[in-house]
């Protein structure tokens, strides 16, 4: 669905009913991985992988699933800046800061733990262009390397999130208390 932003462009909406069925898929993708991770299922991860990293992987679908239900279903969808509409209940706009904050940070954790856990790593890496395709084995110290420059930007863009969350929640807060002029 669209809907016209105040400036009259047009941004793209979920239906509810659009958002709790795409919602309800991202979280059973997360479901087996934290099934998985807690010994439901007896299939153990790739070895040397922790059980955390495996529930924190399916977490974050889990989290995202419930964060599309909550943006397009509970809150009313997303203005045009990506912001929750204005008629967001303040209990809806905490709800999504809690479920941003904690995929960001599952997500660093995990990177984190690629790049600066134990154990030996396997990584591949593949280039594909127009009539060209390459791919081959990455060396242990290069694809950490990737996985530390990836984290440090997630540890940061965790930190820049949370705060910039943190206040734009007050502002809504404080915006909610004042009295109609």
Same mark, same amino acid.
């Given at each position: 669905?669209?809907? *016209? #932003?105040?400036?009259?462009?047009?941004?793209?909406?979920?239906?509810? @009913?659009? $958002?709790?069925?795409?919602? /309800?898929?991202?979280?059973?993708?997360?479901?087996?991985?934290?099934?998985?991770?807690?010994?439901?299922?007896?299939?153990?991860?790739?070895?040397?992988?922790? @059980?955390?990293?495996?529930?924190?992987?399916?977490?974050?679908?889990?989290?995202?699933?419930?964060?599309?239900?909550?943006?397009?279903?509970?809150?009313?969808?997303?203005?045009?800046?990506?912001?929750?509409?204005? #008629?967001?209940?303040?209990?809806?706009?905490?709800?999504?800061?809690?479920?941003?904050? #904690?995929?960001?940070?599952?997500?660093?954790?995990?990177? $984190?733990?690629? *790049?600066?856990?134990?154990?030996?790593?396997?990584?591949?890496?593949?280039? #594909?262009?127009?009539?060209?395709?390459?791919?081959?084995?990455?060396?242990?110290?290069?694809?950490? /390397?990737?996985?530390?420059?990836?984290?440090?930007?997630?540890?940061?863009?965790?930190?820049?999130? $949370?705060?910039?969350? $943190?206040?734009?929640?007050?502002?809504?807060?404080?915006?909610?208390?004042?009295?109609?002029?």
């Amino acid at each position: 669905m669209k809907s *016209a #932003s105040p400036n009259g462009t047009s941004i793209n909406q979920l239906s509810p @009913r659009a $958002a709790i069925v795409t919602g /309800i898929v991202f979280m059973l993708c997360g479901l087996f991985p934290v099934l998985v991770g807690l010994g439901v299922f007896h299939t153990p991860p790739t070895p040397g992988t922790p @059980r955390w990293v495996v529930i924190a992987a399916g977490g974050m679908f889990i989290l995202a699933g419930a964060a599309i239900i909550n943006e397009y279903a509970v809150a009313g969808g997303a203005q045009a800046n990506g912001d929750l509409s204005e #008629s967001a209940p303040f209990a809806a706009r905490v709800l999504q800061y809690v479920l941003g904050t #904690s995929i960001v940070g599952l997500m660093f954790a995990v990177f $984190a733990w690629v *790049a600066f856990g134990p154990g030996e790593r396997h990584f591949s890496s593949s280039v #594909s262009i127009p009539g060209l395709s390459a791919s081959g084995r990455s060396s242990d110290r290069s694809g950490r /390397i990737a996985f530390g420059i990836a984290s440090a930007f997630m540890g940061l863009f965790f930190v820049l999130g $949370a705060v910039s969350g $943190a206040k734009r929640l007050l502002r809504s807060r404080a915006g909610s208390a004042l009295p109609p002029e």
